[in-house]
């Protein structure tokens, strides 16, 4: 088993990538990668912009890594979960050019509120209505895919050994999948799939598009994004 999505730096609790790794071990994984979050636009000092990794303790992380896995014997990819916005990408590349990671993965959770011309200054009844009309989601959905598919262009995989998506999924309301995947999703999946950049697949609701990953020809890996011990108890089970 190999779980390529994990996070030691969530909580504030101490040892955690020890623990985690120490669980992956018992559980019968033989890879896991930390993804620690980065964002080059998030200032501070050791430990002091968590959940981000802040520059000063990238060395430290490294080492720990590396330690652990000759203390476990467990292969771990040290790596990080990038932001991905349109203002961070050119810095987010020389980021990864200096820091010569195992493993990125490209994150958009969605689109910023700012950047969504129906969300400001509207009432819970009028954004309601709004979001149950069709028009919506896919003017949302433009946005998030045209920030995704540059991302995913932006060259990454000519840096990292590994490249993989998260999220990919999660934007569109299940009511208008069928708009969304026929609009944006195949397309992209086309693009990650001629670039050897990854799909994350986490749970058995994503097995759909996996498939239509898989029907251009793409990588696939699991990825729990797990935040903490009881995490990688559920990753063993999602990825049976």
Aim: net charge negative.
């Amino acid at each position: 088993m190999k779980d390529y999505h994990l996070h030691s730096m969530s909580t504030l609790e101490d040892g955690m990538l020890e623990r985690m790794a120490h669980t992956a071990k018992q559980l019968g994984f033989t890879e896991i990668a930390f993804t620690e979050l980065f964002d080059p636009l998030v200032g501070g000092d050791r430990g002091t912009c968590r959940p981000y990794i802040s520059s000063g303790e990238i060395e430290e992380y490294y080492d720990n890594c590396r330690r652990l896995e000759d203390k476990e014997q467990i292969k771990i990819l040290k790596g990080f979960e990038l932001v991905c916005s349109d203002r961070r990408l050119r810095d987010e590349i020389q980021f990864v050019k200096r820091a010569k990671p195992d493993i990125v993965i490209l994150a958009i959770h969605h689109v910023f509120p700012s950047e969504d011309p129906y969300s400001e200054h509207m009432t819970q009844h009028e954004a309601l209505i709004l979001h149950a009309n069709p028009s919506y989601h896919i003017s949302v959905a433009s946005q998030f895919y045209s920030k995704f598919q540059r991302a995913i262009s932006a060259g990454f995989e000519n840096e990292v050994p590994l490249v993989g998506v998260t999220n990919l999924s999660y934007l569109y309301p299940p009511q208008f999948e069928n708009i969304v995947v026929g609009s944006y999703v195949n397309n992209s999946l086309e693009i990650m799939a001629q670039k050897g950049i990854v799909l994350e697949v986490a749970e058995p609701t994503e097995m759909k598009i996996a498939r239509m990953m898989n029907g251009h020809n793409g990588k696939m890996w699991f990825g729990s994004n797990s935040q903490e011990v009881s995490d990688v108890l559920k990753a063993k089970r999602n990825y049976e």
